[in-house]
């Protein structure tokens, strides 16, 4: 039998009790490992910018680390898109599978199952997910060994700057220590990378991405800000006639400065203040199209699109097909998120309790259907009058309406007698089951026979009937029924008659738009 190996390829064994309750990525007073940054982003420079990265890509990624959570807090549309994606899984219900049909590993799933709902690991995910800015994140398991199974007992998020990659293959995380770069313990860490891009995952993150439109637009806005300061007030010009002295220069100079401020002021008579109104109409328009461009291209690269974040032209229907944009995004977050549970938490889990013997449990994350709430109301009004079994649970799910307590009042509406609601239903016509609609010709035969077999019916078509089966029976698509339906209708000598044929050329319509096999 071929040994169990972990991703990095070491050997799959149970680590000692001691090992798993020891706490070993926390912060260091005076170490490798402190909680103080250095805010590389106050006065950054595109120089600057291109030296910290080529420093992350050479294996010290700490002042990268340090700008990447910097922007999240100083560029407010970034924070903004990056929460809109992270939080998009909250959305989807995590589904546990058991990886094989023993009792075992049906007894891990069982398991895992009940640790994914868990506050300890919900909790946790969105911080998982801060591997989409920077690359990667590092989450600790601290497990719980004081009782058999032994379970999670919480998820500590460690900050990424006390991490690296190794230096030849540039994939292998390692631990900073005082004592140098070290391996991560067995079963200890949740190391989420994001796979956003081809390439090491250093390189992979968000931040990257955005960084340089980050510093443009800063720069933008410091200019833009320059210029409301100087133009939003407008220009105060003191003069004076050249006998003036120091202190009649200091007296006008207050009150042009004052004119600015508290809009009041006193001269002398011999000097004078004008107020000149610069000509910038339109100016101030460049600085906010150069601001929202470099938001447009942010939410580009964070969401993949723009219409759900910023007011563009296309309407509805744009908006849809970017909505979709987002949900394959979301999907593939999700299954990336799956794939390291399965591997950093279902695998150790399944080890530690069962060994061997049982194979770890499969993650998914799984989209809730959403329905169309007129659109369901509508396919109830068309089907449920003819036989279709609609279940409860869908149309309350889809409608917000929860299941009445014990004893409480409750509204009741009475359904109409006949199965086709509304003046348009025949008289004495009996319902049709949605079966009959959706079966092979042979069937939709009888549902002819049977829809005009009853009362009055039978004796006015009887003239009719066998000419028409006949004519259906050849038919070759539910389009010549409809058509056939259709002329019979209007050759029918009664009224009743008239109403039979077009509920039954209305029947074959519906059949073919949804779909109904004739072959």
């Not at 056939?484 to 000598?493: G, K, S, T, V, Y």
Request: proline letters at 5%; hydrophobic letters at 40%.
């Amino acid at each position: 039998m071929m040994a169990l190996v972990d991703q990095y390829g070491a050997p799959l064994k149970a680590p000692s009790k001691e090992t798993l309750v020891e706490e070993t990525g926390g912060p260091m007073m005076g170490g490798v490992r402190q909680i103080q940054s250095g805010h590389p982003a106050d006065g950054l420079t595109p120089y600057r910018l291109g030296a910290l990265l080529r420093e992350a890509e050479t294996g010290d990624a700490t002042a990268y680390l340090e700008l990447a959570e910097q922007m999240e807090e100083k560029d407010l549309h970034y924070a903004a898109v990056l929460g809109v994606r992270k939080r998009a899984i909250r959305r989807l219900k995590v589904v546990v599978e058991a990886g094989a049909e023993d009792d075992a590993s049906e007894n891990a799933a069982g398991l895992f199952r009940a640790a994914m709902g868990s506050s300890a690991i919900t909790d946790d995910l969105i911080e998982m997910l801060d591997a989409l800015g920077k690359g990667f994140s590092a989450t600790e398991i601290m497990w719980n060994v004081s009782k058999s199974p032994w379970t999670i007992g919480r998820l500590e998020h460690r900050d990424p700057r006390w991490f690296r990659f190794d230096q030849i293959d540039g994939r292998t995380p390692l631990l900073r220590t005082n004592e140098g770069d070290v391996p991560l313990p067995m079963y200890r860490y949740v190391f989420h990378t994001a796979r956003l891009k081809s390439g090491l995952p250093m390189r992979s993150g968000l931040a990257r991405l955005v960084a340089w439109a980050y510093v443009f637009k800063n720069y933008t806005l410091k200019d833009w800000a320059i210029f409301m300061e100087a133009y939003g007030h407008p220009l105060r010009i003191g003069r004076h006639d050249g006998n003036a002295t120091t202190a009649d220069k200091a007296v006008l100079l207050r009150a042009v400065r004052r004119l600015g401020v508290d809009m009041a002021a006193i001269i002398p008579k011999s000097m004078d203040v004008e107020i000149v109104n610069g000509n910038i109409t339109g100016a101030d328009k460049m600085f906010e199209f150069s601001a929202r461009y470099w938001d447009e291209q942010i939410s580009k690269a964070v969401l993949g699109q723009v219409s759900t974040t910023d007011a563009i032209a296309g309407g509805h229907a744009v908006g849809k097909v970017h909505n979709l944009v987002r949900e394959d995004i979301r999907d593939s977050d999700a299954g990336q998120l799956a794939s390291t549970l399965e591997r950093d938490l279902a695998l150790p889990m399944t080890v530690l309790n069962f060994g061997t013997k049982a194979t770890p449990p499969k993650i998914r994350f799984e989209a809730e259907e959403q329905r169309d709430p007129r659109l369901t109301m509508l396919a109830i009004k068309t089907f449920g009058p003819m036989g279709l079994a609609i279940p409860e649970k869908m149309v309350r799910d889809t409608f917000g309406i929860r299941e009445p307590g014990d004893g409480e009042a409750v509204m009741v509406f009475t359904a109409p007698a006949n199965g086709n609601a509304g003046k348009d239903a025949p008289e004495n016509m009996p319902p049709i089951p949605a079966s009959s609609l959706f079966t092979a010709q042979s069937e939709i035969n009888a549902v002819v026979d049977r829809m005009v077999g009853s009362g009055r019916a039978q004796t006015e078509m009887d003239g009719l009937l066998g000419g028409l089966l006949e004519a259906i029976e050849q038919a070759s698509s539910l389009e010549d029924i409809r058509d056939i339906l259709a002329e019979a209708a209007d050759a029918a000598p009664d009224e009743t008659l008239r109403e039979l044929l077009a509920q039954l050329g209305f029947n074959a319509r519906l059949a073919g738009e949804v779909g109904a096999d004739l072959t």
